[in-house]
């Protein structure tokens, strides 16, 4: 028996979206500062959640950069690239001892988000959308995106893909299953983002892949661990911090 | 508060510290009565286990006296003793909800590192290194306590600190090593290595029925105190284990076998990769040794049962020798919160000589001297118990 393809492959983002308008040569000096970025962060001695949010932003950054969006270009009404996106897929699992229903209301809570995952600073949530705004560390601001639900099946399945505009271009699923014998729920997650066209973004994902991996995989066992030990209700896992 | 600091390889100092301080409302401060030193610090102090930083707290066999609790805490309050075992637990997971506390998911601020070098990631310790949680160690005035409802184990003032601290680690590692062979009446079981944990590990092995302990050392007190805890000893220096052992068995072989050495000075990089492994152990040649011969004296359908600490990738191990002989492999670190209130009957019971194997007691400031001695052996030196 081969193994299952994957149930819900998320779809790709039904466009870019933001407008291509940065030329090559901006696209590769924008490449080169995030770059900069992602290394320092990997060489930084921070700890390694300061890290990988470093490493993590110097990814978004870089995806920003060459995603080829700038308002400067725009007054031009300078355009270049429209070759076929390049796509990146995360996938990451977790098994937490709690029952389904209980791990999907958990996430549900987007808004909430923020006490576990240090990189986010804040998540705010309309009905089946929601707008996220993620920290750039070492204060050097934000990134933002809006995502809308677009798929959502109580205790079983929730699937969500960003809007036009969004500086961080993704759609994600994430199912939730029954793990065999009594070992609580499995939480499989998937993400796929969005990359520049062409050989940019083939290189961003071979890059950068490593970090936004380890990030979301991160992310699920901060969820886990504050699921498992009730610390969503009442304060961040500080106690799960390395100490200093 | 002093504190018995890692500062690198074969370099720990007394160092002035901060004083713990409660940071979750399920942490406790436990005043420290009494501290060990343990074979396993020694793979610190030889600088073969990776991601210590300099100024780390070492020590994870501790026990003491809470001084205070988080507001989470109510099976605990001021005043009370306590032994502390050295995994931590959260006690919700999916692994202690089946006992496997030393498997908790999370413990381990750190799993990531973890993850990387093992593929998944067991529970934090104390002051066991970054990988392992980064937690400050029990070699202290103070120590904090995460998840205090979950490990301490309080014990009446009936039983000396020095009748009890052992249950911090050593003396359910030795259990558990033990249990791990599943022993039967007629069995015989090897140990290697008569240190502390192989010491508990003879005991617990004659506790618990088998025929015939021999135990496996050089140094003639270790030898000696095995003797005195019912095994026969082979001195592997003058003899060969492998023929002493067949001879012993009428050739079968033991039914159990404990590797009570573990890598000891060996330098198997935990998070280098392979590479790194490789080069780190470039021109030591029998590292594994107790391992090796383990797995080459076990008996056919034997267990070979591993509470000695790896870290990373051995070489020349024979895998064709274990599978040959249907052989069982058992190991990890103690799931010490599963054995302890039998543990502690069996003290209280006197079944344990708990105290006969400390060599050494002495107050922290003589940590440097100490760690050196014990991990050459020197002065007699069997178990060092430091008063802070
Ligand atoms: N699994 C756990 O949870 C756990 C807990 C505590 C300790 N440990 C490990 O157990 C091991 C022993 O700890 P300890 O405190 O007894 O240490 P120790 O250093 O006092 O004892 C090790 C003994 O092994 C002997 N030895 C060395 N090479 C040998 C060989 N080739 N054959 C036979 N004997 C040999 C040494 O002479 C010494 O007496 C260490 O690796 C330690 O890290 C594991
Ligand atoms: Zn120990
Ligand atoms: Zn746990």
Redesign the interface.
Known sequence: MTLPPPQSHPPLPARPSTRRNVGRSERVGSFAGGSLLTWWALRSRAD?PAR?GLAALGAGLLQRAVSGYSPVNRLLDRDTAHARPNAMEIRTAK?V?RPREEIYTAWRHFERFPEVMHHLERVTVEGTSSHWVARVPGGLGTVRWDAEIVEEEFGKLLSWCSLPGSTIDNCGTVRFEEAPGG??TEVHVSIVYRLPAGDVGRLAQRLFGGSFR?LV??DV?RL??AI???RMA?RPT??????S | MRAVCWMGAEDVRVRSVPEPVLQDPRDAIVRVTLTAICGSDLHLYDGCIPTMTRGDILGHEFMGEVVEVGSEIDNLRPGDRVVVPFPIACGHCQFCATERWSLCDNSNPNAAIAEEAWGHAPAGLFGYSHMLGGYDGGQAEYVRVPFADVGPLKVDGELADEQVLFLSDILPTGWQAALNCDIESGHVVAVWGCGPVGLFAIESALLMGAHRVVAIDRVPERLALAREAGALTIDYSERNVFDELREFTGGRGPDGCIDAVGMEAHGFGLLGGYDRVKQATMGQTDRPTALREAIQACGKGGTVSIPGVYGGVVDKLNLGAAFGKGLTLRMGQTHVHRYLPELLDHVRAGRFDATSLISHRVGLEDAPECYRMFRDKQDGCTKVVMKP
């Open positions: 390694l990988l098994t001892f070992r609580g380890r995989h991160e066992r886990q661990q498992e030990l009730g009442s500080e106690t799960l911090e390395a100490k």
